[in-house]
């Protein structure tokens, strides 16, 4: 059974069509967190409706987008269950503030300065955490909070992310923050899974008396508080499983959650997540690194021109699907004949460049923009080399690597993914893989079957597509992967 509720057009009220309040600075984006808690309610009354018998459910986990963040104060820390009155009406009294900054806030730049200062540098923010100071992660949020409204921050008795706040919401009280999503908060010691003292301190005061304990996310916290039961039918031993942020649940909901596999998924933007046993960090400070919901840890690098810069590519080429994704690559040769390109139409996180780069290098039709075929190539290899030379810091021995996402219905970018790599691809068609994650997390909890066999019962592989290396094409793609690099460092040929 699956649900979905839009904003925008059931909860006209918080008009959020997009998910977020607008705001004249574009940098700020911010939600209603009653917003989620409607949506919630909402959820479960269509669940409800459409006969599902919800007192059948065991345990109930969930998946939050990661970054966001929700502020309340004493009354809530104080909660012991809600009454009859609808929760969106009682938690207006519980906000020390209204809204909740999400993971598409920019404006934190000077905050993510201050804290690197005050600990010695981004480095060691990253060394610690697993990230450098990021606009969007939690710690900058909360003291540019603390900075602008002092008195709102001293009335803040709680900071929970999404998934902390969304879980005590289910459970009537107070619970724990992830691991996963703590590590998203430029927060977690990842040695020790404790909030870091020297960060604490260099991000607000009394912090640490603010933030729920970290906790790992195979547990279950609780159970389901009586409004649920009453008004839904659940059952009141139903429990509550710690939730988990956005890319963590799809960790698991990808079959990710064990090492040798890496996921690769290519949408808007491009990422390459994978998991692992100690805590290490991106020298570079590109890559993230959080705490595996399944134990251990995961890396997630963004490559932020993904999908974005194959559709510029088709556009200024006047290229129809087929052509970019079959033609193309029929009538040019692995390796394109070294015709490469930088493209970063957009700003890139990985490697981080803070202003649009486009450039092509190469033959003279191809660096003129005559040859659409070279082009179309030339922009899957380069994103492709430019993922496998900013994942080499993990030092993983990958044996799959999984391939989801709107691109990866084409044979050749899959067939491009497993030779530059070479390592076996398979593709794999998973909708909400956060939102599976999250339900798989749910019954590992209420039954200790192990996730990887809970993922082979909803990913039945035999119905994936492989895409299995060239071994003829290590060579070339080596080269290519070579060249690329001094390409991207600004070297000549």
Not at 71 to 94: A, C, H, Q
Not at 108 to 115: D, G, K, L, N, Y
Not at 325 to 338: C, I, K, L, M, Y
């Amino acid at each position: 059974l699956e649900k979905s509720v839009n904003f925008g057009a059931d909860l006209p009220e918080f008009r959020s069509p997009n998910g977020f309040l607008e705001d004249a600075d574009p940098r700020v984006r911010h939600a209603d967190p009653l917003m989620w808690v409607a949506a919630l309610e909402k959820l479960f009354g269509m669940i409800k409706e459409d006969g599902f018998d919800l007192s059948r459910v065991e345990c109930v986990s969930g998946s939050g987008q990661q970054h966001g963040s929700v502020y309340l104060n004493e009354r809530f820390k104080r909660l012991s269950g809600w009454g009859t009155e609808g929760i969106v009406d009682l938690l207006p009294g519980m906000l020390s503030r209204m809204t909740s900054p999400i993971w598409m806030d920019s404006s934190t730049s000077a905050e993510c300065e201050e804290i690197a200062q005050s600990v010695g540098g981004s480095h060691v923010v990253c060394e610690t955490t697993g990230s450098i100071p990021i606009e969007r992660f939690t710690g900058p949020q909360i003291r540019r909070f603390f900075k602008e409204r002092p008195e709102d921050y001293s009335k803040t008795a709680v900071i929970h992310l999404v998934s902390s706040f969304m879980a005590s919401v289910l459970a009537g009280r107070s619970l724990p923050i992830d691991y996963g999503d703590g590590a998203g908060m430029n927060l977690l010691n990842l040695k020790t899974l404790d909030w870091d003292s020297r960060l604490l301190d260099a991000t607000a005061p009394s912090l640490r008396d603010k933030l729920p304990p970290a906790a790992s996310s195979k547990a279950v916290a609780g159970k389901i508080c009586a409004y649920f039961v009453n008004k839904y039918g659940f059952s009141p031993d139903c429990g509550i499983n710690i939730w988990s942020g956005d890319n963590p649940n799809s960790l698991v909901g990808l079959g990710g959650s064990e090492s040798g596999t890496a996921i690769i998924s290519l949408g808007t933007s491009d990422t390459f997540m994978a998991s692992f046993d100690k805590p290490f960090t991106d020298p570079n400070g590109y890559g993230h690194v959080f705490c595996n919901p399944a134990g251990g840890f995961m890396c997630l690098i963004c490559f932020k021109n993904g999908s974005l810069a194959r559709e510029n590519v088709k556009k200024e080429f006047g290229m129809e699907w087929k052509q970019f994704d079959v033609e193309a690559f029929a009538r040019t040769p692995a390796g394109n004949n070294g015709n490469m390109m930088v493209p970063f139409y957009l700003p890139e996180t990985t490697p981080r460049t803070l202003n649009p780069r486009v450039e092509f290098r190469g033959e003279d039709d191809f660096v003129s923009r005559k040859s659409p075929d070279k082009a179309a190539r030339a922009i899957v290899e380069s994103q492709m080399a430019n993922m496998r030379i900013n994942s080499e810091w993990t030092n993983l021995s990958l044996r799959r690597i999984k391939v989801t996402g709107g691109a990866s219905r084409s044979d050749e970018i899959c067939r491009t993914i497993a030779n530059i790599f070479q390592t076996p691809v398979e593709r794999f068609s998973v909708s909400n893989s956060a939102g599976l994650g999250a339900a798989l997390r749910a019954a590992n909890a209420a039954t200790d079957r192990a996730l990887s066999e809970l993922a082979s019962d909803f990913n039945d592989a035999s119905r994936n597509t492989v895409f299995n290396p060239e071994p003829e094409k290590a060579d070339i793609y080596s080269l290519f992967v070579e060249d690329f690099r001094g390409f991207l460092l600004g070297k000549r040929s």
